[in-house]
């Protein structure tokens, strides 16, 4: 079974500065999606980056990007130049890959807690 | 416009009551999901459905029971809440295809926030 582990259940940062949140996973599989998802104060579940596992490239989205080890099954996330508008909760998310036309689902790491402090 | 929608957004209601979750896409999506939400904020799949087929049952009490008219539809019925039942509920959408290059993010509604008193 697959498991995702945030290590880090609060952060925080100050206006412009940048920040990392940790993200590990375990998994035999060898083709899988990672992403991370930030849910506001609004509840509402947002795509921030996502990283597919054949590509070795890190991920980035403006001022998000990814470190994505596979050997070690690291996948943190950078934020560069926070915002107020980035405090959130955090969420590492875990997908394998699955045959034919169906979907996995998201396993979900615990979350990290990011307060940006003006 | 909105993408994955649900309905109520805020839903309190007595213990031993039924209740129903609805949920739409209009994404064209083929698989759809309900994932609970506790109170410590952990996210965890209870039901997956592609083309209206259920692909994912995790152990969920049987008192919850998904339907999917369509393949835009996957609904979320309740019978006999409990205390314990109080989360919030995400229905979310994704599209597989053959190809694990094509886009595979999960589209989320804004949530169910369920309190049962």
């Known amino acids: 079974a697959q498991t995702v582990t945030q290590s880090q259940p609060e952060m925080s940062v100050q206006e412009a500065e940048t920040v990392t949140l940790s993200c590990t996973y375990d998994t035999s599989e060898n083709n899988y999606y990672l992403f991370w998802y930030k849910q506001p104060p609004s509840r509402q579940m947002i795509l921030v980056i996502r990283q597919e596992a054949y590509k070795q490239q890190n991920a980035t989205e403006n001022r998000f990007s990814v470190n994505f080890q596979k050997a070690a099954k690291s996948f943190s996330l950078k934020i560069s130049d926070s915002q107020l508008g980035d405090t959130a909760m955090y969420f590492c998310a875990f997908m394998k890959r699955t045959g034919g036309g169906s979907q996995g689902n998201l396993i979900f790491g615990k979350g990290t807690k990011l307060s940006v402090k003006p | 416009d909105t993408a994955v929608s649900q309905t109520p957004k805020y839903l309190v209601t007595q213990m031993g009551n039924d209740k129903s979750i609805k949920c739409e896409q209009n994404?064209?999506?083929?698989?759809m999901y309900w994932y609970k939400q506790d109170s410590k904020k952990f996210l965890k799949i209870m039901f997956s459905y592609n083309n209206k087929e259920l692909i994912i049952n995790e152990t969920v009490p049987n008192r919850f029971s998904p339907k999917s008219p369509d393949k835009a539809h996957l609904n979320l019925h309740i019978n006999s809440l409990e205390l314990g039942d109080s989360a919030v509920y995400f229905c979310?959408?994704?599209?597989?295809?053959?190809?694990?290059?094509?886009?595979?993010?999960?589209?989320f509604g804004q949530g169910t926030r369920l309190t049962v008193v």
């Open positions: 994404l064209g999506h083929d698989t």
């Open positions: 979310a959408s994704s599209q597989g295809t053959g190809d694990y290059r094509m886009n595979t993010e999960a589209f």
